[in-house]
């Protein structure tokens, strides 16, 4: 009996792995509010994004593929990591094409760079490293102590993405291919993000407008700067452009850290001044902007007299 068991369960695997059917049931789809909900739960979830497959042929040959790293994706990780299956576009972060693999550690998102390297072994050391790398969020506070950029680097060379994350277009759609970029880069180079919206230092340190902009990415390199300006923000381009492409471009200077208070306060008074003449554009009440001016005045005023008389208790 055992031996007709034994037998029955080598023929029906000798036979799964001889043809190139598998089971469409073997991973799950999940949906969009779902996989919304999951990473603002910080879970740990592998997502192959695909549509049908006549519009799709990349998206039939690879599904077999993803359905045997799943496998062993759960066995491997205890069934920490989830895979599921996404038949949209995920645009916030990125997915604008099929198919498409993106591991979501917490929220950090990762894009599978080897489109023609989809095997599980591939895929399952990307995990592996993906989980691994950091991805940090540096701030006004914490961004010259980490990087050391001011002074020759002492921490190693630095990639980092400055993005305006009040604009939905801006900061997620670019987390994949720079995630993946770290994940390729671990222990050899520090890829970090900054969040513009809440770091006016660093926005004025780095000539960074802080409603209009965007993204930057700005490679540190010992005490030289590098702006990557290509439209091409690929894990592929990144990479090629931090190991050797940067130093066939222009060598920027490093702007010296701002003193922290002054740029604090300067942008304070860039942020009542665009309030005060929003007003006076938007309404009639040409009185109260103009009591705005005169507050604005008062407050200049008395912020001269501060300084000086910071200095002279300097003196
Ligand atoms: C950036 O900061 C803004 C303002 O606090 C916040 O609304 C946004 O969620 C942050 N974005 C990211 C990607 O952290």
Redesign the pocket.
Known sequence: MKFIICFIVTFLSVFNGGTSEFDPNAVSHTTKAELLSMIEEEKEVLVYFYTNFEDCLQCKEKMPQFHETAVYLEKLEEGKVKSYKLAIKFPEYGVNSFPQLIFFHGKIPFRYDKPDEFTPDNILDWVEEAKQTPLP?LSDETFEHLTQASTGATTGDWLIMF?N??RPEC??PNLPDLATTAARLRRRKNVAIV?T??CPVIGKRFEIHPQNHCVKLLFFHRTEMYHYDKTDRSSAALLKYVLQDYSKDEVLKIPPPLDHKNAELESMIAALKAHFLEHANMSQLTFFSGVGFGLLGVFAALLFILRRYRKKKLL
Do not use: F, Y
Request: zero cysteines; proline letters at 0%; aromatic letters at 0%.
């Open positions: 969020e993005a994350g009040q900061m997620k969040n919206s809440v």
